[in-house]
């Protein structure tokens, strides 16, 4: 089964921030291809279906960033088969990569998984936030919600970034990878 797993801090007050992407994207893909997120157990929220015949699972940790590797153990999840979607401040707002077997590039909820699951062996769909001003706080950044001005931009971005994991499910990575990551070098939205 493939595990889509979103990124983010659950609590209404960081609903809609810069740090919980990961999270509207499941939710996007919840309703995109019709399985609820209802289910709960301790530390995630999820749901189950199909996409072409393959087993599917989308799931939210319902810990804080920083543990957000601590319910894929409950899960029993193969890390070949975890796609995980995440913010990434070291990608332009409005952009997505694809990655595999890369460090954390400082993002403690990516710290988390490979600390819990021993490895690094795990899909990435990096979406890019965009850096704050050199006079402003990263972390202050992340937590800080999207603006009016930059709605847009963001459903865009997050479907892609749903389109990018369809792919991955339905047709390989590789093929995922070479399809997204080309298309944002090719027609950059900065």
């Known amino acids: 089964m493939k595990v889509i797993y979103g990124l983010g801090n659950p609590g209404g007050e960081y609903l809609f921030t810069r740090h919980n992407i990961g999270f509207m994207v499941v939710d996007m893909l919840s309703i995109r291809w019709g399985i609820p997120i209802k289910k709960k157990t301790r530390d995630v929220l999820y ?23 601590r ?10 088969d975890l796609i995980v979607a ?8 409005g952009m997505i990569r694809i ?7 400082g993002h403690k909820g990516l710290k988390s998984i490979i600390d819990n699951l021993g490895t690094d062996a795990f ?17 202050d950044y992340v937590l800080s919600e999207f603006k009016s001005d930059e709605e847009d931009t963001l459903k865009k971005e997050i479907e892609e970034a749903g ?28």
């Open 47 to 69: 749901g189950r279906g199909t996409r072409q015949g393959i087993e599917v699972m989308l799931a939210k940790p319902y810990t804080y960033m920083n543990l957000s590797g």
């Open 71 to 80: 319910p894929l153990k409950g899960l029993a999840v193969d890390s070949h």
């Open 86 to 93: 995440h913010d990434d401040m070291d990608i332009p707002f």
């Open 99 to 105: 990655k595999t077997q890369d460090g954390t590039g």
């Open 123 to 139: 899909v990435r769909v990096r979406c890019g936030i965009g850096r704050p001003g050199e006079e402003s706080d990263p972390i």
């Open 163 to 190: 389109d990018a994991i369809h792919l991955c499910v339905i047709s390989g990575t590789v093929k995922a990878m070479n399809v997204y990551n080309r298309r944002d070098l090719d027609n950059p939205k900065t």
